[in-house]
């Protein structure tokens, strides 16, 4: 049997806060009890079979990503200690574990390579050890003591129940006993397109990009229990109205004027779907470049709408140019999402060769610049007047009153 133990915390202005030391006795435990939505993760500890203990990050209410960075644990085994005795003496926790820190991903293991003491207690010392994450691809950290019992043993809640979703976009499910916090979730074809802090008689505030039928569902949140799985889902049927895409937010894009970090950002969206982010200086500069172990901007700081990135896109880096590329063009983001970025951006200008500010961006998907025709037809150019508007999810070339697919075909 798996054991679990699982702490819950609040983010604060990007910052964790956990609010108070945490043992073995609190199967679940928030940093407040005032809900924000975005603001939490969990944390479980769990002892395997094997002994191990695998401490796994996960999403809180309103968070819909979370994972560890910089190691996670960035003291790695050297900031656990081991008491049998409410810490009166301790043992270093290497007599008992090896350490795998994740510089990427949702889990950290201390691996068992001793027997431990009954009724051992392991604790994570907060002072100079920092823990690193993210939670909706915005980096956080903090500096927590842990205590956790090991082979701590935790229930899960219950998941809600006749979950529906009226033509008024009201939600109604039945709740749990003693939950305190409820997310819905909703879904098109497999891919999360919005998330929302609910209790049952909500409206759902959500427009779709795209015609079909979406799939919600909710899990339950509260103190004392692990996160209930989701629900069963509900069918929720809905139309998209046109949308007209204007040019994309990002040409040549100015940041940090009068620095030596100034540069340009120019964001567009290919014919094949992928999202290329070129970078390079005003006049006079030589050509700025991304750099920083080949990332440069990484793709765990990119979300699409309530989806992290990484369920679309592919991340490559090279010289002037961080290019998402689709990992399958039947499963890309709707034309007309939004793509955010809000994290340390690592490139080298003429004046900096080491720049990294945290760059805020919020790019719609589908966009591009003026002057080529982006239409997939060689050669036929579209004035800037033209309007891309979208109908159902798909992408067409207004002119007045004439409407064009982007094979350059007449459809109106």
């Not at 998209?240 to 894009?253: D, F, H, K, N, Q």
């Amino acid at each position: 049997m798996r054991k679990i133990f699982t702490i819950m915390a609040l983010l604060c202005a990007g910052v964790m806060a956990w609010g108070q030391e945490t043992t073995g006795a609190l199967c679940s435990y928030y940093g407040s009890e005032t809900y924000s939505a975005n603001a939490y993760v969990t944390l479980s500890w769990q002892t395997a079979e094997n002994g191990d203990v695998v401490i796994t990050i996960g999403r809180g209410p309103g968070a819909n990503s979370a994972s560890f960075r910089n190691g996670g644990f960035e003291g790695g085994i050297a900031a656990f200690v081991v008491s049998t005795d409410n810490f009166e003496t301790t043992t270093p926790a290497s007599e008992y574990f090896t350490a795998q820190q994740v510089y990427s991903g949702n889990t950290y293991t201390l691996v068992k390579v001793a027997d431990l003491p009954a009724g051992a207690v392991i604790k994570h010392v907060g002072a100079g050890h920092a823990l690193a994450w993210k939670v909706n691809g915005v980096d956080a950290y903090s500096f927590p003591d842990f205590f956790y019992t090991y082979g701590q043993n935790c229930d899960q809640w219950a998941a809600p129940t006749d979950v529906a979703v009226s033509a008024d976009s009201v939600i109604t499910f039945t709740g749990v006993a003693g939950a305190e916090q409820y997310t819905a979730y909703v879904y098109l074809n497999g891919s999360l397109k919005h998330e929302q802090v609910v209790q049952s008689g909500d409206v759902l505030h959500f427009s779709p990009l795209a015609s079909g039928t979406y799939a919600v569902q909710v899990v339950a949140f509260g103190n004392g229990r692990l996160e209930s799985d989701p629900s069963v889902a509900a069918s929720w049927e809905l139309t998209a109205p046109e949308i007209v895409l204007g040019a994309s937010e990002y040409c040549g894009y100015t940041v940090l004027p009068g620095d030596n970090r100034e540069a340009l950002f120019t964001w567009e969206t290919t014919d094949a779907g992928d999202v290329q982010i070129t970078i390079s200086e005003p006049e006079g500069g030589e050509a700025a470049d991304f750099h920083f172990r080949g990332n440069g901007m990484a793709l765990g700081s990119f979300m699409v709408g309530s989806a992290a990135a990484s369920v679309y896109f592919n991340h490559a880096c090279q010289g002037n140019t961080v290019t998402l590329s689709l990992k399958d063009a039947a499963n890309a983001p709707t034309p007309g999402e939004v793509i955010t970025f809000n994290a340390v951006v690592e490139y080298a200008t003429t004046l900096d060769t080491n720049a990294w500010p945290t760059i805020p961006f919020a790019y719609t998907y589908g966009t591009v610049c003026g002057g080529e025709d982006h239409t997939g037809v060689e050669n036929v150019a579209v004035p800037e007047a033209a309007e891309k508007v979208m109908r159902n999810g798909v992408i067409y070339i207004r002119m007045g009153d004439q409407l064009y697919n982007l094979l350059g075909e007449s459809v109106k």
